[in-house]
């Protein structure tokens, strides 16, 4: 009774199930309760999908206290949130998309969470929709340490690889936790120095690797040549349920930046199959792609890279990143919505004689001042 | 003084004779310590190791005892006033102090002290006096705000609690500066007491606050008021002083209101006094950034959301930067509106003028109503608007009277102008909003556009209307609620900017298929004719497919670059899903057709992926795409500043040329060499080209500077970070971050800045509030402060938190769990009914029936989520006065959820109905299987300490079980099982409304009673438990079972041992019962005779006996004493002949010795 008298309503609400796991990602880090309406209320199959019904009951693992309330169709979706508690969460992760999908949420939320959080999720490792696994190792682990999350037990590992669509994969994900973010000022990525990259492949042939990693050499040598290629060939129990390759590029640049691209073959029996030297052809053009988008942070992490500056100290952080993504376009509005902060948005145009590929953005912003309130203090 | 200064004597320093020789010696020679070390170096050897290593850890410990954790210093380069709370018990001279400070500083005279007064007190500080009364509420609130207390202790009484409860206040929320100032000092008439009472007091304050805490005397009253020399030194105290930074007020944002306005429709007031209102609150923002739509805590009232903030101009600000020791008369501003000063005062919209602060050039002795704004803002039935487009001032007498537009027309802010553009398209007028900055190339388009088409009549328009104008101003991104001005800007423009937004639009689109010229045609567009385009169309269509890749590439990037502002982007047009507008088909009127919108569903349902879909304009085969990127690499170009070649030239240039001091050759680098010629050569054809060599100079002159910073540098690194420690390191991080945090946003206009940083301190704003409580504006009262403090992201939520709590040493009580309690947490006040718990060695939380007298222990309570690491304090109430200390508790926040659960003790008690040899059978300690089930294998135990476990639960009757013991129970024991019953924290959050109460009422709060308040408030007496009650103690006699020895043992006994069976007598046998006799008279005397006579032989024996007895002793006795003499004589002898043969042992020992010798 007095609650609702006294504490002032501050909740959001949205339409639609795009950009589900932002808000609910955003709407437990700021406390602000939301409500999702018309969940796909027009399709001939309404209501959440069954990852995204994963998705929430991976939310109620690491959260303690939350309420969650759907209704019956599954059209709308009431969340409030609780407090992030962490622990030793082992999640099964639904098939229709990839473990990247639930681990994009969970690095978001993972540092500021009571205890240090080690996550065990299964399902698909690998698909073409989502970033995978390897490609989230690569590069937000040594983004999220710019930030200052960093010390022993920070680690994603792949102890198993599971293709599309049986799966079969597992990934283990620890995470310290955090108290304040640190702001940063990451405005040159600097010159990249090497490229690494691996080509992995399970119940195909092992020669599947050597072969993409030929043709991605073939491309990428025009620049650099410092280059090295893993190759990991998975077999017996860690290979999963359905056979598949693929192969995640990172280049690396002098001031620690990391851009990275990826690509793997067509989940089996869904369209046409790929031979492994396209593959890999495709994947390096892929990775010069994103090395003409250029930035600090590639396109992928963009949304990471901006929520950890909003919830950063009350300074100024700066960050270059290559065009903004539609679902970092989002992002923005979304935290512009949860924590009222707006971004100072200057476009760099590369000059003429500049041979740095496209224009750059540059994001500035104050942030929050939050604090990981879950910690315990003794 | 005339000029002629007398000139004294020159020192004449000796330049020969012994005492230059000395002079000169010394000089050559000079003792250093190096020396005394050369001459004595055992007075400075190493004495002992460990007394170094200590001396050594010692002076570290000093100098980093010194070190604060460096913080970024978010201080704005204009920080908001100083906040003064001048505290005291009542009638100790709080208001008189302030004025006398408040005519000191602006001389001024302010008659009652209502809410905050801002002055202007020199050249780069304001302060903010605010008065703070004997509420404790207040009190509470003041701290949390204050930078600077004064605090007034009148010297004549002593310490008041007041003064204690408000340290404590302090010390719980981040301490303040305090400063003590002792009044009442004229009423001691001794010096002696008076500097006795000074040191005492001053000691006490020391102990409180810290050792050496700054205590002022103020002397004695003059004319009610305090000595000027003194109020001027306290001035002073308080102009230089520094303040420290607290962390709760550093990472909030806080206003401490000092205006306040009921913006509510007069006519709802009317028609419903107690609805809800609408207020505009105003006052410096002070602590961190404040932004819009974020959560407020406004103490006393509640939690609110901002529904809109501004800043407007600084009423009080500080003088311009000019070179000058003081102030003027203009400069010494006052700003106090609830205390009626201020004159004009701005508001967003609207301007208000103070009509008794007009006049009182003419009544400046007279007392100004305090009440008068208070009684206007109840008084209001009229909007300000509409009262101030009546009203007509003069300011001078006999000047025209001045109407309120001409007022708006002076007082708009100063960046914004208006500037008229003729749009020939709607063929009207369009007034853009024009900042100083844009000025210029807004002009150059107003000029092309004014020449395609006539020149426009220009018009005057309201201000008003440039407002809403000027917020559609495409270069400033739009604000956080403002997705929808740019909606009405379109709406406005008749929708001739929609089919502008769609040609833009669509040329984006399909720039990639259209031709080069077409493209530069398109930019033409507005002005050429459409048959032109499809002319220039014609022509290009034969050469289309030349360069087909090259065009697409290149009209990709020129698409990039004509992307419109990416901000705007982002933050401007919010597509927004609106359902309702759907052209449906009805059918029979009836039923809908419901069709899914595709463009719409795939907006708002869509996959939600982060990846970014690669763009397939660009074919990575050709050399020149690839080339576009070659520079990303290290194999690539370098810039000129990081390339290794110009690096080792620039390096070769600083240290290229030196000087060899022994052979005095000089060395010099090649460049500089060379370019010392080409200056000799220039020199030399002077006259041509000294454009050139001007150009040259400059350059010179650049190289010449860069070489000097880039040295100094190089010395700096060098010197400094040779032993920089971790701090220093530290420490210079936060200098260089705070220095980007100003220079950041510095040259953008606040407008604009406000939105990427929020407010940020310092400015003045206007905080509005949507449904606010009638009762804060009906029982306004300007006495107690208003301040509104900014919550953080999830600070507005209500969670269980964990506290560490200690009962306060003065308090004289202990406190009860389950007692409501008063706390102030955070910017909040509010009750709750805390459970106290302790937690035992195993990690146990253990329930606390009190808390402990001298200990912290845990406390659980519901209530708003504040960070961890704040501190809190509890009361008991906070209604009235009290003789004794009134803060009940204190401690601090741990943790935010209900991670650990309380328990409390429950004991299962049962009792044995059968019982075997160990095992025994329970009853009554469950009711059903099921439960004991649950309980299989606890430990049980019985009050007299046989311990025992649960086996089975049993059929019947419920909840019986088998249990086995470690040794046989009685019938008679009692068992129980020790368990812990977790206990839930009751969910009551009460916040304190004391703003709301009625004027005069605010310190009589009361909330929730305890129960032991509520028995006594209603009378009622509780029932004992009449098992607790006293009764007379009536033990029944204990009757013990006879012992039974098993007959085989019988026998094995011996006869003493055996159990003698004495045979109750029972009636016997009439047969063996004896006869009685029956005596014949004759018999009878017989009998009797014969009875006496045995009577007297009796009598005779016993006689004869006793004296026998005596004979015999006497013999015993004279046997006795002969037996003496006789030992006696043996003891003697016996004694007599040991002599002699002790004697005789001597003499042979004796002789023995004397022998040996001459043996030898």
Known sequence: LCINNNMASNGLSYDGCNFFRQRLVLSTLSGKHVKIKNIRSKDDNPGLRDFEASFVRLLDKVTNGSRIEINQTGTMLFYQPGLLYGGSVEHDCNLQRSIGYYLEALLMLAPFMKTPLKATLRGVTNDPTDPTVDLLKSTALPLMKRFGIDGEGFDLKVVKRGMAPGGGGEVVFTCPVCRTMRPVQLTDPGKIKRIRGVAYSVRVSPQMGNRIVESARGVLNQFLPDIYIYTDHMKGANSGKSPGFGLTLVAETLDGCFLSAEMSSTPQGQGDSVLPEDLGRNCAKLLLQEVYRGGCVDSSNQSLALLLMTLGQQDVSKVLLGPLSPYTIEFLRHIRDFFQVMFKIKVQKPSEDERKGGEKVLMTCVGVGYSNINKTVK | ?1160
């Open chain 2, 1 to 1160: 003084m005339d000029g002629k200064v007398k000139k004294q004597k020159k020192h004449q320093q000796k330049h020969s004779g012994p005492k230059a020789e000395k002079k000169k010696l010394r000089k050559h020679d000079k003792p250093t310590e190096e020396d005394d070390r050369r001459r004595n170096p055992k007075a400075f050897a190493v004495q002992s190791a460990v007394r170094m290593a200590k001396t050594f850890h010692r002076a570290q410990d000093i100098k980093t005892r010194k070190h604060h954790i460096p913080l970024v210093d978010r201080m704005p380069l204009e920080p908001p006033p100083v906040v003064i709370v001048v505290v005291g018990p009542p009638k100790v001279g709080k208001s008189t102090l302030i004025r006398c400070l408040i005519k000191n500083f602006t001389r001024q005279k302010l008659g009652d002290i209502c809410g905050p007064v801002t002055i202007v007190s020199g050249k780069k500080r304001r302060l903010t006096f605010v008065e703070c009364n004997n509420d404790i509420n207040t009190m509470i609130d003041l701290a949390k705000v204050a930078d600077l207390v004064l605090m007034l202790i009148d010297a004549s009484f002593g310490f008041e609690m007041e003064t204690f409860e408000f340290l404590n206040i302090c010390q719980v929320h981040g301490f303040p500066r305090v400063m003590g100032v002792l009044t009442h000092l004229d009423s001691f008439k001794n010096n002696k007491t008076l500097r006795k009472t000074k040191k005492n007091l001053k000691h006490r304050f020391w102990t409180e606050v810290y050792q050496g805490a700054k205590l002022f005397y103020l002397s004695g009253m003059l004319y009610g008021e305090y000595q000027t020399q003194e109020v001027k030194n306290l001035g002073r105290f308080i102009s230089v002083m520094k303040f420290r930074p607290l962390v709760w007020q550093t990472s909030h944002p806080y206003v401490l209101v000092d205006r306040l306005e009921d913006l509510t429709n007069p006519e709802k007031v009317r028609m419903d006094p107690r609805c809800d209102r609408t207020v505009s609150l105003y006052g410096y923002l002070r602590g961190a950034h404040l932004k819009n739509k974020s959560q407020l805590h406004i103490p006393g009232v509640g939690d609110f959301q901002v529904s809109d903030v501004n800043f407007l101009p600084d009423p009080c600000p500080l003088p311009d930067a000019q070179k000058k020791r003081a102030l003027n008369e203009k400069e010494r501003l006052l700003y106090a509106p609830m205390a009626g000063v201020g004159g004009l005062v701005y508001d967003k919209d609207a301007v208000y003028i103070d009509l008794p602060a007009s006049h009182s050039r003419q009544q400046q002795e007279e007392v100004r109503p305090t009440t008068e704004l208070v009684q206007s803002v109840i008084d209001t039935h009229t909007t300000l608007d509409a009262k101030m487009a009546a009203s007509k001032v003069s300011l001078f007498t006999g000047s025209a009277t001045l109407d309120p537009s001409d007022l708006n027309e002076q007082n708009r802010e100063p960046g914004l102008q208006e500037e008229h553009i003729w749009d020939p398209n709607s063929q009207r007028e369009r007034r853009k909003v024009v900042f100083p900055g844009e000025e210029e190339n807004v002009k150059v388009r107003a000029e092309s556009e004014t020449m395609a088409e006539g020149a426009p009549p220009s018009k005057i328009q309201k201000l008003e209307e440039v407002k809403s104008c000027g917020q559609s101003v495409a270069e400033l991104p739009a604000f956080a609620d403002s997705n929808d001005e740019l909606e009405k800007s379109e709406e406005e423009d008749e929708g001739e900017d929609e089919s502008e937004e769609e040609n833009e639009v669509g040329r984006a689109e399909d720039s990639g298929h259209c031709s080069e010229e077409e493209e530069e045609e398109s930019a033409d567009e507005e002005v050429n004719t459409d048959g032109e385009s499809e002319e220039d169309e014609e022509q290009g269509a034969l050469r289309w497919k030349e360069d087909l890749q090259q065009k697409a590439a290149e009209a990709f990037l020129r698409q990039q670059e004509a992307a419109p502002n990416l901000s705007k982007v982002v933050y401007g047009s919010v597509v927004e899903a609106v359902d309702s507008d759907e052209e449906d088909e009805e059918l029979g009127g009836l039923f809908r057709v419901s069709r899914p919108h595709k463009s719409k569903r795939l907006q708002t349902n869509s996959v939600d992926c982060s990846r970014f879909p690669p763009d397939s304009s660009l074919n990575w085969n050709l050399e020149e795409i690839l080339d576009s990127i070659r520079d990303c690499f290290v194999t690539g170009k370098w810039e000129e500043g990081q390339d290794a070649a110009t690096l080792l030239k620039q390096d070769d240039e600083l240290y290229g040329d030196f000087e060899d001091m022994e052979t005095g050759e000089v060395h010099k680098s090649q460049t500089a060499g060379q370019q010392e010629e080409e200056e000799e050569n220039g020199e030399s054809d002077e006259g041509e080209e000294i454009q050139v060599r001007m150009e040259d100079e400059e350059v010179q002159k650049n190289k010449r500077l860069e070489k000097k910073r880039r040295l100094k540098e190089r010395f700096n690194a060098e010197y400094d970070d040779g032993d920089a420690t971790y701090f220093d390191d530290l420490k210079e991080e936060m200098q260089k971050q705070a220095e980007l945090n100003r220079a950041e946003f510095e040259e953008m206009d606040d407008e604009t800045r406000v939105q990427y940083e929020g407010f940020r301190p310092g400015m003045y704003v206007r905080v509005e509030i949507l449904s606010l409580p009638c009762e804060f504006v009906a029982n306004f009262d300007p006495h107690y402060p208003i301040i509104l403090g900014g919550l953080g992201s999830s600070e507005g939520n209500i969670g269980y938190l964990q506290l560490r709590l200690k009962k306060h040493r003065w308090y004289d009580r202990i406190l009860k769990t389950r007692d409501p309690l008063i706390f102030s947490l955070g910017w909040r006040r509010f009750q709750t009914i805390p459970l106290y718990h302790i937690e035992d060695h195993n990690g146990r939380h253990r329930l606390l029936k009190y808390t402990p007298q001298h200990m912290h222990c845990g406390a659980s309570i519901w209530g708003p989520i504040t960070p961890q690491g704040s501190g809190f304090l509890a009361l008991q109430s906070v209604a009235g006065t009290k003789a004794h200390f009134r803060i009940a508790a204190t401690g601090v926040v741990l943790d935010l959820d209900k991670s650990v659960t309380i328990v409390k003790k429950l004991k299962l008690i049962g009792y044995p109905y059968k019982i075997f040899k160990n095992t025994s059978f329970i009853k009554g300690m469950f009711n059903t299987v099921l439960e004991v089930a649950k309980f299989e294998g606890a430990s049980i135990r019985t009050v007299s300490g046989i311990r025992g476990q649960i086996k089975k639960a049993l059929s019947t009757p419920p909840g019986s079980y088998r249990a086995t013991f470690e040794d046989r129970l009685l019938m008679s024991d009692i068992v129980f099982l020790r368990s812990w019953y977790p206990v839930t924290i009751p969910q009551l959050y009460n916040p304190v409304t004391s703003l709301l109460r009625s004027v005069g009422q605010k310190d009589n709060w009361s909330g929730m009673r305890t129960v032991g308040q509520l028995k006594h408030d209603l009378g009622i007496r509780n029932k004992p438990n009449t098992d607790s009650l006293y009764k007379p103690i009536a033990r029944a006699k204990r009757r013990f079972n006879p012992l039974h020895i098993p007959k085989e043992l019988q026998k094995a006994l011996p006869f003493k041992s055996k159990p003698k069976f004495q045979q109750p007598k029972g009636k016997m046998p009439r047969d063996l019962r004896r006869p009685c006799v029956i005596r014949e008279p004759q018999e009878k005397k017989v009998a009797a005779l014969l009875h006496a006579l045995g009577t007297v032989h009796h009598y005779k024996k016993k006689k004869t006996t006793t004296v026998q007895h005596a004979k015999h002793k006497e013999f015993l006795q004279q046997k006795e004493k002969q037996e003496e003499a006789k030992l006696k004589r043996q003891k003697e002898a016996k004694k007599k002949l040991y002599r002699l043969m002790g004697q005789m042992d001597k003499k042979k020992l004796k002789s023995s010795l004397k022998g040996a010798p001459k043996d030898d």
